[in-house]
């Protein structure tokens, strides 16, 4: 029946679902329990009646405040779609900013120590993550080969790889190899125990992701290379993998930036990166919430990097699609 009614009257439906919206955001903003200080602060006299009111203030402000989400996506449909995304990023951006401000931070404080956190943390975290992606890189292609493979040894070694990696937890990945190859006599840092942790842990589940762009590409294609007297490890390098990639490089670019997230997880063996850093210099002035916010927006941009390096691949790769 509402398919019948969306065929057969789409302006109406159009229509009331524009309707509906503003009036599920006020809802759900009333349910959240809004504040209506805003406008008391725009509106110096309505203070006293928005206090003596309050279920009506907080209605209020829902549904001003669903108007003007209302208004601002009717006037930036009106833009081109460039302006349309930059619209948007600058608005949000603009609400993140404010709902930091909301919190008293003491800009001083990150002045002083922004600096040494950006020389000191940010490059051990770039340090350990480019090490560990490039070993992770490795290690997924070899296991990805290894279960394709018609060798039932090989293929047992890289499932229980798979298996075990990607079952245990990260953190206790990093306390094991740490704290554990020490009792069988090798003795290692900090630093590459979080390097050979990332490593093993991203690689294993690269190692499906490999696995499938590799499946991805058919068999014809393997078929041909080996017509053409190409050897196996000619028909992969030359044929296979640049045709899988484009199929490769999404997930494992989501992969890169998890990785580089999660490389704040060596903190807890003392390796002085971002996180690290950030605690143990917001606990000098108790200012902690200073700290974690700028940690916060240093690891925000380091992912922004990688995201534009992730989408110049995909569209190097996808070429011959366009």
Same mark, same amino acid.
């Given at each position: 029946? +509402?398919?019948r009614?969306?065929?057969?009257y789409?302006?109406? #439906?159009?229509?009331? !679902?524009?309707?509906?919206?503003? !009036?599920?955001l006020a &809802?759900a903003?009333?349910a ?20 003596? %009111?309050p279920?009506?203030s907080?209605?209020? *402000? ?9 208004? %601002? ?17 600058? $608005? ?9 401000? *909301?919190?008293?931070?003491?800009? &001083? ?9 950006? /020389?000191?943390?940010?490059?051990? /975290?770039?340090?350990?993550s480019?090490?560990?992606?490039l ?6 292609? =070899? ?7 018609? %060798? ?5 070694l ?12 990260l ?8 704290l ?5 006599g090798?003795? +290692?840092?900090?630093?590459? !125990?979080? +390097? =050979? ?9 690269? /190692?499906?992701i ?12 393997? $078929?041909g ?13 030359? #044929? ?6 484009? =199929? +490769?490089?999404?997930?494992t670019? %989501? ?17 002085? $990166?971002?996180m ?9 002035e ?37």
């Amino acid at each position: 029946m +509402i398919g019948r009614l969306m065929l057969s009257y789409p302006g109406l #439906v159009r229509h009331a !679902a524009a309707a509906l919206f503003p !009036a599920l955001l006020a &809802a759900a903003l009333y349910a959240m329990g809004i504040k209506s200080s805003w406008i008391g602060s725009l509106m110096p006299l309505a203070s006293d009646w928005l206090h003596a %009111n309050p279920a009506l203030s907080r209605a209020l *402000s829902a549904v001003l405040i669903a108007l003007l989400v209302l208004v %601002n996506c009717k006037l930036l449909l009106l833009l081109p779609r460039r302006q349309q995304i930059a619209g948007v990023w600058i $608005e949000l951006f603009a609400l993140l900013m404010l709902f930091f401000y *909301s919190f008293d931070l003491s800009f &001083a404080f990150i002045a002083r120590k922004v600096g040494f956190l950006i /020389t000191q943390g940010v490059t051990t /975290t770039l340090y350990i993550s480019a090490i560990s992606i490039l070993i992770a890189t490795l290690i997924a292609l =070899v296991g990805a080969i290894a279960k394709l493979t018609g %060798n039932g040894i090989v293929y047992g070694l890289a499932t229980f790889y798979t298996s075990l990696f990607r079952g245990l937890p990260l953190l206790m990945q990093i306390y094991i190899i740490y704290l554990g190859l020490p009792q069988v006599g090798y003795v +290692i840092g900090a630093v590459p !125990a979080g +390097i =050979v942790a990332l490593s093993l842990c991203y690689g294993a589940y690269m /190692t499906e992701i490999f696995r499938a762009g590799i499946e991805s590409i058919p068999r014809g294609q393997s $078929e041909g290379a080996t017509a053409l007297g190409l050897s196996p490890g000619q028909t992969m390098a030359l #044929v296979i993998l640049p045709q899988a990639m484009r =199929v +490769i490089i999404p997930p494992t670019g %989501n992969q890169f930036i998890a990785m580089l997230k999660d490389s704040s997880l060596v903190s807890v063996v003392g390796v002085w $990166e971002i996180m690290y850093l950030a605690r143990t210099m917001g606990q000098t002035e108790f200012r902690h919430i200073e700290m974690l916010i700028t940690a916060s927006m240093i690891y925000w941009i380091l992912s922004i990097a990688l995201e534009f390096g992730q989408a110049y691949l995909e569209r190097r790769f996808g070429r011959s699609e366009r």
